[in-house]
């Protein structure tokens, strides 16, 4: 299995651009990285997702070295309803199906 | 499209009695996901079928638990009996394909066992 490593925890400001590490040290080839915002009381959603180098999208961005064993999720301008818990996925392939496995996630606190 | 819709959103039934949760995927997704989510042990995955067919179901925690899905449209995740412990928030999920795609989870239903 794929795991990841996040840190449990970060604190902003609002404004600030924040940037949150995720460790996959064992990826497979096949397999995408994907996070996921959540709030509470909700389902998880989808923010981003990217195989390698850099991919953006009107939420967020996402760095990806060469390597593939780390990636970092990068929240531009953060507001206060940034506030929510962010999950790095890592798709865990292997014959015939596949899993999709969350880890802890990093809680991000944006503060006034 | 509404999206992934469960039912109920909550739930508190008593020791021992069956409960039954539902599932609406999104229309014209081949995968279907059940999670649970606890404080002490976060999301899990429980099963997930592919094209109506069970795929993988190891994360499912023991007998007391089933998942059906008779057809694309319709999942169903059966505790019987159930227990305090199954507390918690159970969501499903859809996607398209596999897991180069997003998943859509719909609102949850909170469960309490009393």
């Known amino acids: 299995l794929a795991k990841t490593t996040q840190p449990i925890s970060m604190d902003s400001y609002e404004g600030q651009e924040v940037n949150i590490t995720c460790s996959h040290n064992?990826?497979?080839?096949?397999?995408?990285i994907t996070w996921y915002q959540q709030f509470p009381s909700q389902g998880p959603r989808f923010i981003i997702q990217?195989?390698?180098t850099k991919v953006t999208n009107e939420v967020a961005s996402l760095f990806i070295p060469a390597d593939r064993k780390s990636s970092t999720l990068s929240l531009p301008r953060v507001s206060l309803s940034d506030t929510a818990v962010y999950y790095c996925?890592?798709?865990?392939?292997?014959?015939?199906?596949?899993?999709?496995?969350f880890g802890a996630g990093t809680r991000l606190f944006v503060k006034a | 499209d509404a999206g992934v819709i469960q039912s109920p959103r909550h739930e508190v039934t008593e020791m021992g009695q069956e409960v039954t949760l539902r599932c609406k995927p999104i229309?014209?997704?081949?995968?279907l996901f059940w999670y649970r989510q606890t404080m002490m042990r976060g999301l899990e995955l429980l099963i997930y079928?592919?094209?109506?067919?069970?795929?993988?179901d190891s994360g499912m925690p023991e007998d007391r638990f089933s998942a059906k899905m008779p057809n694309a449209s319709f999942s169903t995740l059966k505790i019987q009996p159930s227990e305090p412990r199954d507390s918690a928030v159970y969501f499903c999920?859809?996607?398209?394909?596999?897991?180069?795609?997003?998943?859509?989870f719909g609102q949850g239903t909170r469960l309490t066992v009393v």
């Open positions: 064992n990826i497979a080839t096949n397999d995408y």
């Open positions: 079928f592919n094209n109506n067919v069970p795929i993988d």
């Open positions: 996925l890592v798709g865990d392939s292997y014959t015939g199906g596949f899993k999709t496995i």
């Open positions: 999920a859809s996607s398209y394909t596999g897991y180069d795609t997003e998943a859509f």
């Open positions: 229309s014209g997704h081949d995968y």
């Open positions: 990217g195989y390698k």
